[in-house]
């Protein structure tokens, strides 16, 4: 929907702030990052590349380890990216995931979160050993 620029109704309340869905998002990932900085446990939490859509809100995505190996999981969007949610978190191949460990319902994994630009610069400063194929646009 583009930007309502006429005025009208509420044109002054509404304006164009960050969405409830994407404020979320955007908490959960800056807050792994300082957990990343402050040494916390993030036991359970990985952070991976989609490389393709499955169908059915699944993705594959690409989880890159210390020793170089790579593993791909097939994820499912969790429930809050879904829906209206989906207009301002967006899902794109290349982008980089947060991921959770989880046994149920058969899943072993969820995308929980996406990570904004800043984030993604951010997470390059706090681990300058991660993986280089990670941030590669193919």
Request: hydrophobic residues 35%; positive net charge.
């Amino acid at each position: 929907m583009p930007r309502n620029m006429t005025g009208g109704s509420g044109h002054k309340s509404q304006k164009n702030s960050e969405g409830n869905k994407a404020r979320n998002n955007r908490l959960m990932g800056d807050a792994l990052l300082d957990d990343y900085i402050n040494e916390d446990t993030t036991d359970g939490v990985l952070i991976g590349k989609v490389m393709r859509r499955l169908g059915c809100g699944r993705m594959e995505v690409a989880h890159f380890n210390d020793n170089g190996e790579v593993f791909m999981l097939q994820a499912p969007l969790r429930g809050g990216m879904r829906g209206k949610g989906k207009k301002s978190v967006w899902v794109d191949i290349g982008s980089l995931v947060i991921i959770a460990e989880t046994e149920l319902g058969g899943k072993t994994h969820e995308i929980i979160a996406v990570m904004t630009p800043e984030q993604v610069a951010r997470y390059r400063k706090i681990k300058p050993d991660a993986d280089v194929r990670l941030f590669n646009r193919d």
